[in-house]
């Protein structure tokens, strides 16, 4: 089955919703019903940590220079799950076939 993971008030989430309104999927809200470390595992190795972070984010702004400066894997998957709005949005699996954006 289809997986849309994102955020519910998050506008690109929402226009992924509306697009898959004739194709039968699910909604993983990553604030409400969570984000954890092997699924975030599974997407970086898939796309690619730089491919998941969120730079432009409200969130992303609002972190301390020194939490932003020296990023690698590590740190970037630190950083996206203590703030799962870090994580760009939507990112969808579809029988394991994982992408970002529509």
Same mark, same amino acid.
């Given at each position: 089955m ?13 226009k992924?919703?509306?697009? @898959? =309104? +004739?194709? !039968?999927?699910?909604? #993983?809200?990553?604030?409400?019903? %969570?984000?954890?470390? =092997?699924? /975030?595992?599974?997407?970086? &190795? $898939?796309? &690619?940590? !730089?491919a ?9 702004? $609002? /972190?301390? +220079?020194? !939490?932003? =400066?020296v ?6 998957? &630190?950083?996206? @799950?203590? #703030? ?11 029988? %394991?076939?994982?992408r970002? %954006?529509?």
């Open positions: 289809l997986t849309v993971y994102g955020l519910k008030n998050c506008d690109a989430c929402r992924a919703r509306k697009a @898959l =309104a +004739d194709r !039968e999927h699910r909604f #993983h809200d990553l604030r409400e019903d %969570g984000l954890d470390a =092997a699924m /975030l595992d599974r997407w970086i &190795g $898939a796309l &690619g940590w !730089e998941l972070l969120n730079r432009r984010s409200t969130t992303w702004r $609002a /972190l301390d +220079d020194a !939490e932003k =400066a990023l690698d894997a590590g740190r970037a998957q &630190g950083l996206m @799950l203590a #703030h799962p709005a870090l994580v760009k949005r939507p990112v969808i699996d579809d029988a %394991g076939t994982v970002v %954006g529509l």
